[in-house]
Antibody
Framework: QVQLQESGPGLVKPSETLSLTCAVS?????????WGWIRQPPGKGLEWIGS???????YYNPSLKSRVTISVDTSKNQFSLKLSSVTAADTAVYYC??????????WGQGTLVTVSS | EIVLTQSPGTLSLSPGERATLSCRAS???????LAWYQQKPGQAPRLLIY???SRATGIPDRFSGSGSGTDFTLTISRLEPEDFAVYYC??????????FGQGTRLEIK
């Protein structure tokens, strides 16, 4: 059974960098698939942040591209998100997920990140 | 970037009724890369339909998807109490911008 688990600070100060990690179990990232980050502001809809392949190829949402970096560590079977220069608008539940041709089929439980001083 | 517009915003129905949810794209979407998700409060989204019409593993057959080009539909044939949730469509064929619709809230009438 594939499982994903997000981890990282729940509170980030404005202008700082948000950093999250997604640990994957039950499947080796090196075996394939894209791996992605999605966020959801409180009470609002879903927004795709970006995706990464095990080789390191990345795709980012154009609206966030200048602030986003997604990386992968196959030795630890995890991938990470960095979002720089955060503001209150970046407050959201952040999900990591596996991206397949057959849809985004496995999701983490999500972690709330609040941007506040 | 492909914009997905879902309608209605809220749908009020009773258990046992049929639900029809719409997703319209601003430009043509490959049917192979159109998905539907269900989200309940406090939970991550769950994949229901991929490739516009294929049910994901473990999804009951009362859920069905159809459509092509710019118009797609999710149908729930007979609503069960556990089906009341928010539903999102997603297109994931036009990298780099994978996009979601704004969601349809299905509520009990």
């Amino acid at each position: 059974q594939v499982q994903l688990q997000e981890s990282g600070p729940g509170l980030v100060k404005p202008s700082e960098t948000l950093s999250l990690t997604c640990a994957v179990s039950g499947y080796s990232i090196s075996s394939g698939y894209y791996w992605g980050w999605i966020r959801q502001p409180p009470g609002k809809g879903l927004e795709w942040i970006g995706s990464i392949y095990h080789s390191g190829s990345t795709y980012y949402n154009p609206s966030l591209k200048s602030r986003v970096t997604i990386s992968v560590d196959t030795s630890k079977n995890q991938f990470s998100l960095k979002l720089s220069s955060v503001t209150a608008a970046d407050t959201a539940v952040y999900y990591c997920a596996r991206v397949a041709v057959a849809g985004t089929d496995y999701w983490g439980q999500g972690t709330l990140v609040t941007v506040s001083s | 970037e492909i914009v997905l517009t879902q309608s209605p915003g809220t749908l009020s129905l009773s258990p046992g009724e049929r639900a029809t949810l719409s997703c319209r794209a601003s430009q043509s979407v490959s049917s192979s890369y159109l998905a539907w998700y269900q989200q309940k409060p406090g939970q991550a989204p769950r994949l229901l339909i991929y490739g516009a019409s294929s049910r994901a593993t473990g999804i009951p057959d009362r859920f069905s998807g159809s459509g092509s080009g710019t118009d797609f539909t999710l149908t729930i044939s007979r609503l069960e109490p556990e089906d009341f949730a928010v539903y999102y469509c997603q297109q994931y064929g036009s990298s780099p911008a994978i996009t979601f619709g704004q969601g349809t809230r299905l509520e009990i009438k």
